[in-house]
């Protein structure tokens, strides 16, 4: 036995049936489940060369994560909302929306370790603070996965018992949104749609409407807080009305998109969104045979705030409205 | 072969065995779901109580049958389901975007018949007989007031927020009132001094909200001239000037009113621009929301006897007396 000759003692042999044992499996379940990223930029991966088998996962535990999440949120908003809730529901909002979170980002992180995460609770309040974050977390490189989630959407909603609020759970790969999912645990109505596999709910496929004339179409809007959105909505109600079938204001935005993509809603649109409100909603309007753009006409990406999800023949016209003649851009 | 044909007699025996425990077990689960539905929309011992006893069981009755229908077409729009459903016939009434459907005309039948066959000398005002007539007026005779479906809109999209409503009225004022949305699984009944019920609970209005955390629903209806629409704009920018926790536009005057009585809303109002509900619209909902302690009056004070006018055109139903005093101001001024 030569000295010092790392293969022929004994403990290198240990070694070596360790590594065997122990580590070879270890790494091979590492590569098989973390996608690795690409240090060259130039050559990222695009979402179309993604594994079906991938995909379906990822897409099963959206579903998952969502349903957790519609669970409790049924669990605490039950017949208790006509006699005794109302002193205690914005208190109880401030503990079930972040148990959802939780719920929902243990349940991807279970199957997906190394996927990053942005959900609705992480982020202060604010329209800057929720810009900043999802660019900042599309321009790190950790890793090529991203999870945009909204735990409860509605949250108003929920707080006064109205059951228009769930969960939004939303995929995305280096940028680009692969898997969406909303899921209305009131109607027990599963929204779900994968980049290039239509749009489904509850496992039945859906489209979007067909009205092609504005005066068939019913508009969703949102009813924002703030001072901007707010002088914004007013000039395009005093537009719109004249022309559209009805409007409507649900308080939810997942809901909203999720019945453009169904056909119930025509059309809706809102002048500031956070990514967690529209990505999933946004894959599902799309594949659903919707339109989907900002305000300026330009294609969705997640960082964009001003959105119109709306059936494609009558997209144009309604945005056209929306410019030209209410002024917003 | 007697051996075989054994075998096969006792083959053929443990499969019909097999066959009647499955089918039984199979009935009576559906039994059983079916009481299960059918217990949350029992009628209350309170209400059963009141005079109107038999009013509450013919109208639970027919609400479901009418809620069923809406529910049919309603949940299968945009499915595959719709497909082999019947098209809505949708006629236009006023305008293009007030409409009705096939389903608005059974559902009224369906509600009338009832009536007509159980309480033959009670007098009927339906929508959908009404039309675009002039609505008969209230008369002492016992008289039911009969929305077949309120959200026609959203009910020929798939929007699950409709429902029906049907009320009855003795010497001119509501004192019973029904309203089945069978989307939302809600079947609201009241009687008045008898309290107001939400699927077998009883619901009561306590708390006083400010307009800074009130929730303020509206209804834009149907005018479209550049004046009304202004006006409507005008108001609903006030009370976003004002402060309010959000406004919600959901498409169903009667289901407004239900939402107010259990909190959901803080308040609803309608008539800015003559685009004020039926009589048909407001019965139901205020023997409802007065019942369960909402103030309901229209853009004027209900008159001395604080009789709420259902044949006015405009409406506001508040959770509190207070609060509607606080819209009262805001939308007399447009």
Known sequence: ?????????????????????????????????????????????????????????????????????????????????????????????????????????????????????????????????????????????????????????????????????????????????????????????????????????????????????????????????????????????????????????????????????????????????????????????????GKFTDLAGNDFSLQTRKIIGCAPAVHDEILRVLREEAGIV | MKHQTDSNALLLGAVAGAATVGATCMWAYQKWTKNKQENSFNIPSQLLNSPYKEQFQLAVKVAILAGNNIALYGNAKGTQAEASNDDLGIETKASAADFCTKIDVLNEEIVTAAIQTTFPDHAIIGEESTGTGTIPPLTDKPTWIIDPIDGTTNFASGLPLACVSIAFCVNKRPVMGCVFAPMTNELYLAAKGFGAYRNGVRITQRQHVDLQQAVVAFEFGYPRNKQAVDNMVAAVAQFMERGCRATRQIGSGVLDLCWVATGRFSLIYSGIAGEGWKPWDYAAGLVIAQEAGCAMENFQPNNSDGVFDLYGDSIICAISKELLEECRQIVTKI
């Open chain 1, 1 to 289: 036995m030569r000295q010092g000759s790392f293969v022929s003692t004994r403990w290198s042999v240990f070694a070596q049936v360790l590594a065997l044992v122990f580590i070879f499996p270890l790494a091979r379940a590492f590569v098989a489940t973390t996608p690795r990223p690409s240090k060259n930029r130039a050559r990222l991966a695009m979402a179309s060369q993604l594994d079906d088998a991938l995909l379906d996962q990822v897409l099963d535990v959206a579903i998952d994560a969502s349903k957790k999440a519609g669970e409790i949120i049924i669990g605490n908003a039950g017949p208790t909302e006509v006699t005794e809730r109302k002193a205690n529901s914005r208190d109880l909002l401030t503990l079930i929306d972040p148990l959802c979170e939780k719920t929902i980002k243990e349940t991807v992180l279970a199957s997906f370790p190394d996927h990053d995460f942005l959900g609705e609770e992480d982020v202060p309040p604010g329209k800057e603070a929720s810009a900043a974050a999802i660019a900042s977390k599309l321009e790190s490189a950790s890793n090529s996965w991203l999870w945009v989630v909204d735990p409860i959407d509605g949250t108003t909603n929920f707080v006064h018992g109205m059951p228009l609020n769930c969960p939004s759970v939303a995929a995305s790969f280096n940028g680009e949104v692969v898997v969406g999912v909303i899921f209305d645990p009131y109607r027990d109505e599963l929204f779900t749609a994968v980049k290039g596999r239509g749009a489904q709910m509850n496992g039945e496929p859906i489209s979007v409407g067909k009205q092609d004339c504005i005066g068939d179409a019913i508009v969703a809007m949102g009813s924002p807080p703030g001072e901007e959105s707010m002088q914004m909505s007013m000039k395009a109600v005093q537009v719109l009305m004249p022309k559209v079938r009805t409007l409507r204001m649900i308080g939810s935005a997942a809901i909203m998109l999720a019945w453009v993509a169904n056909g119930r809603l025509t059309c809706y649109w809102e002048y500031d969104l956070s990514s967690w409100d529209i990505a999933a909603g946004a894959l599902i309007i799309q594949e659903a045979g």
